[in-house]
Nanobody, 128 residues
C-alpha cells in the first residue's frame, strides 16, 4: 500500500505558475503509474495528466496540454505537476493518484476508478 501527500497549492493570479508535489511512502513507488486529477466545486473529478512508471511517457488532458508538465523522481518517491499560464478555470482541488496495474491504455489512464490510491488533495485558486 502507498500513501500519497500533495503539497504546493495556493492562490495565484491568472498567467502565473505553481508547482505541485506528491510524495509517496513505501519502497515501491516506481511500480506505480501516477496520475493527476482535479475537482472543482459541484463538478466531477477530471483527468489532468499521467506519467508512466519510468517517467518516460506522459499524457495530458486537452485542456492543459502545452501549459502543464508532469515529471517524477523515483529516487525521491515524488511526482510533480508544473502548472504554467494558469487560468481561472484551473481553480480546483488537485489530487495525485497511483495505479498499480501492469498494463493500461490512454483511455483508461483518464478514469479515476483505475487508480488504487489517492492523496488528500491540495487547493489551487487562480484569480482573474
Amino acid at each position: 500500500q502507498v500513501q500519497l501527500v500533495e503539497s504546493g497549492g495556493g492562490l495565484v493570479q491568472a498567467g502565473g505558475s505553481l508547482r505541485l508535489s506528491c510524495s509517496a511512502s513505501g519502497p515501491t513507488f516506481s511500480t506505480y503509474r501516477m496520475g493527476w486529477f482535479r475537482q472543482a466545486p459541484g463538478k466531477e473529478r477530471d483527468f489532468v495528466g499521467a506519467i508512466s512508471k519510468s517517467g518516460g511517457s506522459t499524457y495530458y488532458a486537452d485542456s492543459v496540454k502545452g501549459r502543464f508538465t508532469i515529471a517524477r523522481d523515483n529516487a525521491k518517491n515524488t511526482v510533480y505537476l508544473q502548472m504554467d499560464s494558469l487560468k481561472p478555470e484551473d481553480t480546483a482541488v488537485y489530487y495525485c493518484a497511483a495505479d498499480r496495474s501492469l498494463f493500461t491504455t490512454p483511455q483508461a489512464m483518464g478514469r479515476p476508478d483505475r487508480y488504487n490510491y489517492w492523496g488528500q488533495g491540495t487547493q489551487v485558486t487562480v484569480s482573474s
